[in-house]
Structure formats: structure tokens, C-alpha cells
């Protein structure tokens, strides 16, 4: 797991990456308007109290995950390149417990939200509990809000840590 750092040669990986969610169609199902702009997208990604984390190949960074200070919390975000998903890579697997874990060790309770139904299961796996729906809250669609506490996840943290050979505190 690889972390951004600002500078020269990160935000041209960060700027590849807002290129691959344009191209892609994915800007819209990930964010709000509010950043959908590639100046909007680069202040948000560097702004004080970002963490990124990413891992890359050839084509660019294909995992992505986020966490941002929300009140006395986080926010959590990830992000699979279309010719990743449904994989049931374990490598991606690996990378979404350890950002869990580092977004738990900085913050009590992670938020995350979605306008994708399809996502709210497979986060609620991850230990999430499943808050409810705000109608037409993202861009006029609704959107699912869902909470991770260190409680959660410690149990399905320890559980896949064991079953592969992993446990970094």
C-alpha cells in the first residue's frame, strides 16, 4: 500500500487517476458535483488531513482509497478500476482491510456514503453498519450512509489477519 504524497510527481499521478474517472464515467459515482472540476478534484485530494492511498501498475493506479476528517470521525472511500472489479483479487482485498485498519488507528468511527446500491452489501461485509437512505442528497439520487467502528471491525480484521499471515498494528 503505497501512500500520496503532494509534489510534482504525486499530483501527476493524482492528476492521471482524475483522468482514468473521467474517461471512465466514474467522477459522477464517486463525488458530489462540488469536485467533479479538475481544480476542484486536485485542492480536495491535497487538502490538509488527506490521506490517499493507492496502488499502481502499468496503466496507473487501479485501487484507491480515502479518508478525510468529518467532525470528531472519517470518511472512507475506495475506488477499483473497472478492469479490476469482481476480481476477488486478494491483493485488493489486502489493501482494503489494511486502509480500514490505518483510517481506524486515525479515527473512531468512519463514514461511508454511496449512491450505488450494489455497494451497500459489500461494504456491511466489511463490518459496516448500514444507517439508512437520504433522499436525493447525491446530485438528486439517493444516497446510502453507512458507519465503521473499531468494534466492528476488529472481529473481521482479526479474522481475515489470521487466515492470511497479516497483522500490522
Keep these: 500500500m503505497r501512500i500520496y504524497q503532494p509534489g510534482q510527481n504525486g499530483d501527476a499521478e493524482l492528476l492521471h487517476w482524475y483522468a482514468q474517472l473521467v474517461?471512465?464515467?466514474?467522477?459522477?459515482?464517486?463525488l458530489g458535483s462540488s469536485v467533479w472540476s479538475m481544480a476542484a478534484f486536485m485542492r480536495h485530494f491535497t487538502e490538509a488531513g488527506a490521506l490517499v492511498f493507492y496502488e499502481s501498475d502499468a496503466q496507473g493506479w487501479w485501487i484507491v482509497a480515502w479518508t478525510f476528517p468529518l467532525m470528531g470521525g472519517g470518511t472512507w472511500g475506495l475506488w477499483v478500476r473497472p478492469d479490476k472489479r469482481g476480481s476477488g483479487s486478494r491483493t485488493a482485498l489486502a489493501f482494503i482491510m489494511e486502509t480500514l485498519n490505518v483510517g481506524l488507528q486515525q479515527y473512531p468511527v468512519l463514514v461511508n456514503t454511496t449512491k450505488q446500491n450494489e455497494i451497500v452489501a459489500k461494504t456491511v461485509r466489511l463490518g459496516y453498519t448500514y444507517l439508512g437512505r437520504i433522499p436525493?442528497?447525491?446530485?438528486?439520487?439517493?444516497?446510502?450512509v453507512l458507519h465503521l467502528t473499531r468494534?466492528?471491525?476488529?472481529?473481521?480484521?482479526?479474522?481475515?489477519?489470521?487466515?492470511n499471515g497479516r497483522r500490522q498494528d
Excluded: M, Q, T, V
Excluded at 436525493?136 to 446510502?144: A, P, Y
Excluded at 468494534?151 to 487466515?163: G, L, M, V
Design 151 to 163: 468494534e466492528a471491525f476488529e472481529p473481521i480484521y482479526e479474522k481475515w489477519s489470521k487466515y
Design 23 to 30: 474517461a471512465g464515467d466514474d467522477l459522477n459515482k464517486l
Design 136 to 144: 436525493r442528497l447525491f446530485e438528486g439520487e439517493d444516497c446510502h
